[in-house]
């Protein structure tokens, strides 16, 4: 008697719901989706909506996410996310909603995918409490080129402008929240690198290349400044070296451009000493007590 009871009870553990093997609940919830997915392309087929067969990756993100949020596990969140982004990019770009040139519906693609790895960093943060702030820097990757395929001229100093800026800013971004100083200095000065150069190069007017060359390296060195001023934050603590290279960079930047356009000198002095003023109020923002002594 007592051995037929443990195998009864041996069964119901098996049964039981809290011992479901995961992966199984997983392959379910894909194969939920899926026949969803397909479902919807099938109706497709007869009603020639036009429409209808959009709504197949949405349906299959929204099944992901649902999984991963009651389940609190990233192998739901990630692909349901990137899903979601891709699919809402592929109905306002491609659904007929906009009618809109090749390089815009291209652009709300992009930037919907963009939104899908900003949710990745949300929903981590909220449900799982991690900080997965590298997909941050995919967020600058995708959006700046969705913004340099917006708005720009779509020339190749656009988008190395765009596209380097936005992978310094993103990287700036991780840095600050994931409070690392290794990434303020690159991301510091990659967004020098892509606003010198578009700053210089990209904009109009008629200034010849020693001016141009001017702006780029006084931008330059305003990136290499912000190591500086950002430092604080991350390390409690000013580092300075930066300002060596930012000093010389400034000064032969200016020599350039007064040697170039000696007639708008006083403009650029004034609307660069304009960011000087900017970094000065966040130096003071940043001293809360005395810095000698490095802190």
Known sequence: ?????????????????????????????????????????????????GWLSFLALPFLAVTLLA????????LGIIPGCLVGGAGLGLMFGYGGIFDLPWQQNLAILLGGFAAGWLGIVTLSRLLLKRYNWWAILLVGIFGSL?????????????????????????MLIWGLLGNSFGLIIPGCILSGIGLGLYQAWGSGGDLNGLARTGIMLVIFGIGWGMITVLSRPIVQAFIWWPLIPAGVMGITG???????????????????????LILLG????????????GK
């Open 1 to 49: 008697m007592e051995r037929i009871k443990a195998l009864f009870t041996m069964n119901e553990n098996l049964s039981s719901p809290e011992t479901k093997d995961p992966q199984q609940t997983y392959r379910m919830i894909i194969g939920i989706a899926l026949i969803g997915g397909g479902a919807l392309i099938l109706l497709e087929a007869f009603l020639k909506t």
């Open 67 to 74: 999984d991963g949020i009651r389940s609190r596990r990233l």
């Open 254 to 276: 200016y020599g350039l451009y007064i040697g170039g356009s000696p007639n708008s000198a006083v403009n650029f002095i004034g609307n660069t000493g304009s960011i000087g």
């Open 282 to 293: 966040l130096y003071l923002l940043l001293v809360r007590r005395g810095i000698h002594g």
């Open 146 to 170: 969705a913004l340099t395929l917006a708005i720009s001229e779509m020339r190749t100093i656009d988008f190395f402008g765009y596209i380097v800026s936005g992978i310094g800013i993103s």
